[in-house]
């Protein structure tokens, strides 16, 4: 949205001073309302996302989601599902429901799932984690095609690992 297009009707000379701010609060309100279907559907450019509220987890990247369990799961599952719709929606499908641009995430961990033993499912599950941020901060560039865009540097640990979140509680069963 252009702020300065949106605002031409309201330009000096059309209207008095006094109406003009009036005028311009009037027409930005109404782009606003007019573009945010459309971004409702996740169809946006990367967008960094505030993870303020959550645990910070410093530099070195853990080995597995800390925020699966635990206090903070449920300020990482709303943080989770916003960061989703903003950043990977478009392509992996609203509510991780994929549209076949790209791999359902909800059947990410799905082996690990069926495991009985504990342990190798834990194993198996902290394996699909290290994939999952490995994947997701490098993206898919092969022979200089972008099929999924790096997101290092634009999302940090504490929201990654809060998408992972989200996708947790849509797995397929
Ligand atoms: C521009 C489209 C696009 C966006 C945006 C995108 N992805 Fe992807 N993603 C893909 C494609 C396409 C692949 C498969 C690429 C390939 O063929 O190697 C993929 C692969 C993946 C994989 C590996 C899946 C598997 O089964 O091996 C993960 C995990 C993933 N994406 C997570 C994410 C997350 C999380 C986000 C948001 C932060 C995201 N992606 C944003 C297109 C995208």
């Not at 009707?9 to 945010?36: D, E, F, H």
């Not at 999924?148 to 397929?172: C, D, H, V």
């Amino acid at each position: 949205m252009q702020a300065s297009t949106a605002v031409l009707p309201c330009r000096p000379g059309v209207m008095p001073q006094r109406l003009r701010i009036l005028c311009s609060a009037v027409v930005l309100m109404a782009t606003c309302l007019l573009t945010g279907p459309a971004m409702a559907h996740g169809d946006v450019v990367p967008q960094s996302v505030n993870t303020s509220t959550l645990p910070q987890l410093g530099e070195k990247w853990l080995p597995a989601n800390p925020f699966s369990e635990g206090p903070a799961h449920a300020e990482a599952l709303r943080i989770g599902t916003s960061a989703y719709n903003q950043n990977c929606a478009r392509c992996h499908g609203l509510e991780a429901i994929s549209g076949g641009i790209a791999p359902n995430l909800r059947k990410i961990d799905g082996d690990c799932m069926d495991l009985a033993d504990q342990a190798k499912k834990m194993a198996c599950y902290k394996e699909t984690d290290e994939y999952f941020v490995g994947t997701v901060r490098r993206g898919r560039v092969r022979d200089g095609r972008v099929y999924m865009p790096p997101f290092e540097g634009i999302l940090n640990q504490e929201a990654i690992w809060s998408i992972k979140t989200y996708l947790e509680t849509r797995r397929e069963p």
